[in-house]
């Protein structure tokens, strides 16, 4: 069944039961990285691999307490939500509004109501961009409040100068042919500490799916990547380069390429801190390559040595045959962080390109350019 002809959407999301909660990271590992099975059981929704599911979380009702107490509201208060529908203070500040970064109108209004408010409206103006960047990098809601408390605010008034709470995205790290009615999923939980306060900070949804999921269900929807499913044609080969999280997609096309009995070669590049602690589905991973499902493994540790060892430099080392499957037709696809990783692996690619295909800069380029015109270099960072 096609994602369309289901009742459950981004408007209208299934609230799914999670049926598994599983930590991937060992005792010891620097990180929290969780394994989350979601049951989509009577709710007509399909995935395709390379698909992402939609969740909208909510937020922390330790924190919502603390927002509420430093405003001296109840949390009974009837205001609407970002939708326009009315709920009580408490309800709109848990499922609503955003509560970790400040929005600009939150700043605005409290200029105005603090002496030394003065601050906020200077780091408002244009030129300030920066300043502002960096006024606000590790600041939630409540510093701001905490950190300008004459600012008072009618329960109307502050609900109106908050954003809307988003739903996130996380790659579905299952294929629908070996999980059924299950979606799997892999996620960094974030966690961490701010200079300025010894209040611990968490990111919204990956601290929601590992300890605050509701036993009515986790609202998902199924976001289409049409850009990011396998290749058509089984028998070509297919590069994966995935660190960290960036592995999801990748433990979702081995899947469904053991399903459906795609012969043609598959080579998955992983990396993360430790092998002792962060080799992410490492007895799956194994299995595979040893059944054949996986036809390369190739793993880049970077903190198991003095130094950082990552996978553009395994794809280096292993420039001569990266080129030979390229020049086979092998699919290229790249998961995980977008800011560094994803630049330095296109980088990497580009070398590979040059010193094996004998090409200069300009034509490793127009290689890489022309597998991208075909569709064979793809792409899901975030
Ligand atoms: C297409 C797509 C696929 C994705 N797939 C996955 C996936 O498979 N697995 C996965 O784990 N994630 C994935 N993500 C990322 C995911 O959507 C969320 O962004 C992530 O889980 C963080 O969300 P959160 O609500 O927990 O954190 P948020 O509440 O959004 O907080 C995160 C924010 O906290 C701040 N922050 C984080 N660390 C620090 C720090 N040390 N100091 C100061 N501020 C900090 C940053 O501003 C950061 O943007 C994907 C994203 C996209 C767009
Ligand atoms: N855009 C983003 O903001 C973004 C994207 C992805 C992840 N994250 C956050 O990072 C945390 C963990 O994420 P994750 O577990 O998915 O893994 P990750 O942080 O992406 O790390 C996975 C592996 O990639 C390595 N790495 C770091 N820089 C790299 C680079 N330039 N090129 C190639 N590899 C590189 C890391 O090494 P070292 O750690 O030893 O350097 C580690 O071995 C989470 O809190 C997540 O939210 C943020």
Redesign the pocket.
């Known amino acids: 069944m096609s994602t369309t002809e289901s009742a459950y959407s981004r408007k209208n999301p299934f609230p799914a039961p999670l049926a598994v909660n599983r930590k991937l990271t060992a005792e010891g590992s620097?990180?929290d990285?969780r394994h989350f099975e979601i049951s989509l059981a009577g709710s007509g929704l399909a995935y395709e691999v390379g698909d992402s599911l939609g969740v909208f979380p909510a937020n922390n009702p330790g924190l919502v307490d603390l927002v509420l107490k430093e405003l001296g509201f109840t949390g009974e208060e009837q205001v609407a939500t970002a939708d326009g529908a009315p709920a009580s203070m408490r309800e709109a500040l848990t499922r609503s509004y955003i509560l970790t970064e400040p929005s600009k109108q939150l700043l605005q209004a409290v200029s105005g109501k603090d002496s030394s408010g003065a601050f906020l409206a200077n780091l408002l103006l244009p030129e300030e961009k920066a300043s502002l960047e960096n006024f606000l990098w590790g600041r939630d809601v409540l510093d701001v409040l905490q950190e300008f408390s004459a600012a008072r605010f009618t329960p109307e008034e502050f609900v109106k100068v908050l954003r809307k709470l988003q739903p996130r995205l996380y790659s579905i790290a299952s294929s629908q042919k070996a999980a059924g009615e299950s979606v799997h999923l892999t996620v960094?939980?974030?966690?961490?500490k701010v200079e300025h306060s010894s209040r611990l900070r968490e990111?919204v949804c990956?601290t929601y799916l590992a300890e605050r999921t509701p036993s009515s269900g986790v609202p998902v929807f199924v976001h289409t990547a049409k850009h990011f499913r396998v290749p058509e044609n089984p028998d070509v080969p297919v590069i994966m380069v995935g660190?960290?999280?960036?592995v999801a997609p990748f433990r979702a096309f081995i899947q469904e390429r053991k399903a459906t009995g795609a012969k043609g070669p598959s080579w998955l590049f992983f990396?993360?801190?430790k092998s002792a602690t962060?080799f992410l589905y490492r007895e799956e991973f194994e299995t595979a390559a040893a059944e054949g499902s996986l036809t390369r493994l190739t793993t880049?540790?970077?903190?198991d040595q003095a130094e950082?060892i990552?996978?553009?430099h395994r794809m280096l080392e292993h420039g001569a045959d990266l080129f030979d499957w390229l020049e086979k037709g092998a699919f290229f696809y790249v998961c995980?962080?977008?800011?560094?990783?994803?630049?330095?692996?296109d980088t990497a690619l580009h070398t590979v390109v040059e010193r094996h295909g004998g090409k200069t800069a300009e034509q490793a380029k127009e290689y890489v350019d022309a597998l991208k015109k075909d569709k064979r270099y793809r792409k899901d960072?975030?």
Do not use: E, I, L
């Open positions: 620097n990180k990285t960094a939980v974030v966690r961490y990111g990956s660190p960290g999280t960036g990396g993360d801190q962060d880049a540790f970077s903190r950082k990552y996978v553009q995980g962080d977008a800011k560094n990783m994803a630049k330095d692996v960072v975030y």
